[in-house]
């Protein structure tokens, strides 16, 4: 058998701060109230019955959990305690542990954290989106995954490098991922359609070169953050190029515009698209049926 590892007390929940004692499994001890315990998990409740007395004569139980995961847990908990600051790389084992002992108080505090709901009910992530999807994806708080994607799914890629779990598994990722091409696959096509308009209706060689090369820009940005801010970014920046435009090659999301001869900026042939893009972005996604 492995040799266990060297006894230490909690420095939060020393030696004689309770009358039951949880050994982690780096070998640190946490002294805490049976009572308290038996009041927050059920599971917890039925633990203590089984509990051995130690050398000191204080009933004690080995966990599985680390003494980082331990301290965490039981901080939600004791009313003379902070609970410990939200942190990507630790909340995963947390709320394994919440869901093993069945500490719904813990998932509802990260859930506190992480999202308000606006005066419709509607879930609103007010940070680590990458991390939240992760998470509640993994422990099947789907309202609160989607949200996070719908998040996602316009970010800045920056956002997708954060730290998460190593609990998550690969399919998380991969749903993202494909969503985002997805997306980006129908504003490239919007762009073609720009492109091909203004290439067909202006008169202007310069300006001609100077809307493909923006049109190029913005492609390059969007594969960064395919948003609509990002379009915004972009339109805001443009001069305008007064070519002559036949309508029969501008699309909108309801068919053809009224025919004749348009005099169209670059700036009009995007703001056509808004609300199609703008309602599409606002729409919570749906999860893969293996999340």
Known sequence: MPSQ????????FPENYGDFQLISSDGVVFSISRFLLSYVSPVFKDVLELGEESSSGVAEIQLTESSVT????????????????????????LLESARKYQMEGVFKYWEDQMVY?????????????????ALASHFGRHEI????????????????QEPI??????????????????????????????QRSIQSGTKCGNAHVDVVHSLLEL??????????????????????????????????????????????????????????????????PELSSGL
């Open 219 to 284: 492609t390059l940005q969007l594969m960064d953050e395919p948003s609509w801010s990002t379009f915004r970014r972009n339109i805001n920046a443009w001069s305008e190029c007064r070519g002559t435009v036949s309508s029969r090659h501008i699309l909108n999301h309801e068919g053809l515009l009224d025919q004749g001869t348009c005099i169209l900026s670059s700036a009009d042939l995007f703001n056509i698209w808004k609300p199609e893009i703008v309602e599409e972005e606002l729409t919570l």
């Open 5 to 12: 590892p060297p006894r230490r007390h909690s420095e939060e």
């Open 117 to 133: 709901r606006n005066v419709v009910k509607e879930i609103i992530l007010v940070s680590s989106p990458l991390a939240c999807f």
């Open 145 to 160: 995954a989607r949200a996070a994607l719908r998040e996602l799914l316009r970010a800045p890629s920056r956002e997708l």
């Open 165 to 194: 779990s190593t609990m998550v598994g690969g399919e998380v990722m991969y749903r993202l991922l494909q969503l985002r091409q997805a997306r980006l696959h129908k504003m490239r096509d919007r762009i073609a359609q720009v």
């Open 70 to 93: 331990l301290d965490q847990l039981l901080r939600f908990f004791d009313p003379l305690k902070d609970p410990a600051p939200i942190d990507a790389r630790t909340m995963g084992p």
